[in-house]
């Protein structure tokens, strides 16, 4: 199993800037991607970045520019830098890692950092 904690959700106003990390432990050298999510209330959840292993990032076009994906392997840390930020930013934030093994694929995810973004 995979543990996943995110931190450093908050409060910012439109233009501010944020920086979630994302603590795995466990089995995290069965980790191949690990993503960050958002939710809102009565909404699905909606994929945001990825960072591979081997270092391929992706990004939802609304982040492309503004959020910088990145992870700290030593530390089985992830991060999101969210520049630029916007009121429809808001959201709660989710941590995702995939992970794989001779059992087969299984997905983890973290409890969620809240983001709200004032005008």
């Known amino acids: 199993q995979v543990r996943l904690v995110e931190s450093g ?3 910012v106003q439109a233009g501010g800037s944020l920086r979630l990390s994302c603590a795995a432990s ?3 050298l069965e980790i191949y991607v690990m993503g960050w999510y958002r939710q809102g209330p009565g909404n699905e959840r909606e ?3 990825e ?3 081997d270092g391929f990032i992706t990004y939802r076009d609304s982040a492309k520019g503004r ?3 990145s992870r700290d392997s030593a530390q089985n ?3 999101l830098q969210m520049n630029n930020l916007k009121p ?3 959201d709660r934030y989710y941590c995702n890692a995939k992970t794989a093994n001779i059992r087969g694929q299984a997905s983890y995810w973290g409890q969620g950092t809240q983001v709200t973004v004032s005008s």
């Open 88 to 90: 429809e930013d808001t």
């Open 26 to 28: 466990g089995r995290v």
């Open 77 to 79: 840390t992830m991060y």
């Open 67 to 69: 959020f910088t994906i």
């Open 47 to 49: 994929w945001v970045a």
């Open 9 to 11: 959700g908050g409060l």
């Open 51 to 53: 960072i591979t292993t």
